[in-house]
């Protein structure tokens, strides 16, 4: 007789049932082993995998924050092409403004999960708005209690803004 994994082969069923058992063992075909994880960044909470960003309360994935400041982006030659800039607009609502150029901008406006928006930059506001504008549409939740949708404010030339404000 053969022996093979530690068993006396008495028939082929025999081998069949080992090698099916060991390969279950160490192939990682636990079904317990598979429902517990989740993939990196995210949160079990109970059956289900947060979103990177979200937190479990209460077997419910949600957001840290339901309401971020938003964010804008000058590029550094805002106001050596000749543009100037005294408030902001962002869906018919002005706000008094001073945009340091090459930099991320507080707005003073704050954005809510799920809506679009449309934001322009004024001297005069709500007058003298630029026809330029950024719309974007905020995601399901923040993960930060500021919003920056990676967009730039530019006169004449483009710039590659940052991935990330502030």
């Not at 924050?65 to 543009?83: M, V, W």
């Not at 709500?126 to 549409?137: A, D, R």
Request: proline share 6%.
């Amino acid at each position: 007789m053969k022996r093979e994994f530690g068993f006396w082969v008495y028939s082929g069923r025999a081998i069949l049932i080992v090698m099916l058992a060991f390969s279950l063992s160490f192939c990682g075909h636990s079904s317990s082993k598979s429902s517990s994880s989740c993939s990196s960044g995210r949160v079990k909470c109970g059956s289900v995998c947060c979103q990177a960003g979200q937190t479990c309360v209460d077997n419910a994935c949600e957001w840290p924050y339901t309401s971020a400041t938003l964010y804008i982006y000058f590029c550094p030659n805002f106001y050596n092409e000749g543009c100037g800039s005294d408030s902001f607009n962002l869906n018919g609502s002005c706000i008094s403004a001073s945009p340091v150029a090459g930099s991320c901008n507080n707005t003073g406006f704050i954005v809510y999960p799920n809506t679009t928006y449309s934001f322009s930059n004024c001297i005069g506001c709500p007058g003298n708005c630029s026809s330029n504008t950024i719309t974007f549409t905020t995601p399901d939740g923040f993960a930060e209690p500021y919003y920056y949708p990676a967009g730039w404010w530019r006169c004449n030339t483009d710039c590659t803004a940052p991935s990330d404000c502030p």
